[in-house]
């Protein structure tokens, strides 16, 4: 009986990978944990309680160190750098008043880099515990 809980769970990831579609994951941050998940094959995005010009200013820091910096538009709230030779493009978009959604996507020429959006996720997640 304990097998057909495990069993059901694999059989779900399976039939979710072979359709194409990426499972959910979650990220480990620090002391506490951050969900997020991936949402595409080069996106991976999550939703924080922090306010928009923290996460903005957390993910402009985050960027300036692993990358260059190409174009910065506060207003439309959009970042896009170059990490690890992939084009990364940082969402900051407020969901409400009290919460706002954080989407990483990253290509390196047409490939998807879902890694490295998951690793710039993660370290503007840290960068907002400190």
């Known amino acids: 009986m304990r097998n057909l809980g495990l069993r059901i769970f694999l059989s779900c990831f ?13 990220v480990a941050v620090g002391a506490g944990a951050m969900g997020g998940y991936a949402v595409s094959r080069d996106t991976f995005e999550g939703v924080s309680s922090k306010g928009q010009d923290e996460i903005w200013d957390a993910a402009s ?3 300036s160190i692993m990358g260059e910096t190409k174009d910065s538009d506060r207003k439309s709230g959009t970042i896009t750098a170059v990490v690890s030779g992939a084009k990364v493009t940082v969402s900051v ?3 409400s008043l009290t919460a706002t959604k954080l989407r990483i996507k990253a290509r390196k020429s047409i490939f998807p880099r879902i890694a490295i959006a998951q690793d710039v996720y993660a370290k503007i997640m840290h960068q907002l515990e400190q």
Do not use: E, F, N, T
């Open 14 to 26: 399976l039939l979710a990978s072979l359709s194409g579609c990426v499972a959910g994951v979650l």
């Open 61 to 63: 820091h985050v960027l």
């Open 93 to 95: 978009i407020p969901v």
